[in-house]
Nanobody, 121 residues
Framework: QVLLVESGGGLVQAGGSLRLSCAAS????????MGWFRQAPGKEREFVAT???????TYADSAKGRFTISRDNAKRTVYLQMNSLKPEDTAVYYC???????????????WGQGTQVSVSS
């Protein structure tokens, strides 16, 4: 059973924008903290952004001022708007859900399969 499905990844030039979506089939979605993580080739997975049920969000330093996380509880969907993309943003982006949330993997119980984002220079 697939609980989180990401979409919206692709290839974009530096300076461009992409909007990632993550559709959840979790009935408790509105009570869960949602997060976005990413993993570049040869690197560990890293935190990007998280949002609580009330909409309060936190960002990694690399995402501040460029990325915006949002959620639509009625649609059980979380979004990541990415602007001013850089080649170093190239990675597989994962959506995650859990009761604790935060910037560490352990705060999330559910993970999507990932969507590839590639930024060319």
């Amino acid at each position: 059973q697939v609980l989180l499905v990401e979409s919206g990844g692709g290839l974009v030039q530096a300076g461009g924008s992409l909007r990632l979506s993550c559709a959840a089939s979790l009935r408790t979605f509105s009570t869960l903290r949602m997060g976005w993580f990413r993993q570049a080739p040869g690197k560990e997975r890293e935190f990007v952004a998280t949002i609580g049920w009330s909409g309060v969000s936190t960002y990694a330093d690399s995402a501040k001022g460029r990325f915006t996380i949002s959620r639509d509880n009625a649609k059980r969907t979380v979004y990541l708007q990415m602007n001013s993309l850089k080649p170093e943003d190239t990675a597989v982006y994962y959506c995650a859900a859990g009761p604790m949330g935060g910037s560490y993997d352990g705060g999330y119980d559910y993970w999507g399969q990932g969507t590839q984002v590639s930024v060319s220079s």
